[in-house]
């Protein structure tokens, strides 16, 4: 059985960090592009970050800079640390393993960015 469960969300002030985990069970952790994407309120699930199997991230424009997404191969876990958090980072986060013929979806997690 896969299950990707995320941990880390939570409320933290604008110019905050927070660091979102995603452990991963039921398999080939190290085969799989590990991918963050996030849903504000009444918006469209989005993109955030990618790390690939070999390591090579990539990032949306709106958290470039700010976010770095890692992995740990021994530990089953992708991590996402944000920092310099905006109120527009509000959103519920997911973990997604990938691969060109399946992904799975965590739970999420919810961030919200507020004074």
């Known amino acids: 059985q896969v299950q990707l469960v995320e941990s880390g969300g939570g409320l933290v002030q604008p110019g905050g960090s927070l660091r979102l985990s995603c452990a991963a069970s039921?398999?080939?952790?190290?085969?799989?592009?590990l991918r963050w994407f996030r849903q504000a309120p009444g918006k469209q699930r989005e993109w955030v970050a990618t790390?690939?199997?070999?390591?090579?991230?990539n990032y949306a424009d709106s958290v470039k800079g700010r976010f770095t997404i890692s992995r740990d191969n021994a530990k089953n876990t992708v991590y996402l640390q944000m920092n310099s958090l905006k109120p527009e980072d509000t959103a519920v986060y997911y973990c997604?393993?990938?691969?060109?013929?399946?992904?799975?979806w965590g739970q999420g997690t919810q961030v919200t960015v507020s004074s």
């Open positions: 790390i690939n199997s070999g390591g090579t991230t």
């Open positions: 039921g398999i080939i952790f190290s085969s799989y592009a």
């Open positions: 997604n393993g990938f691969l060109p013929t399946r992904q799975y």
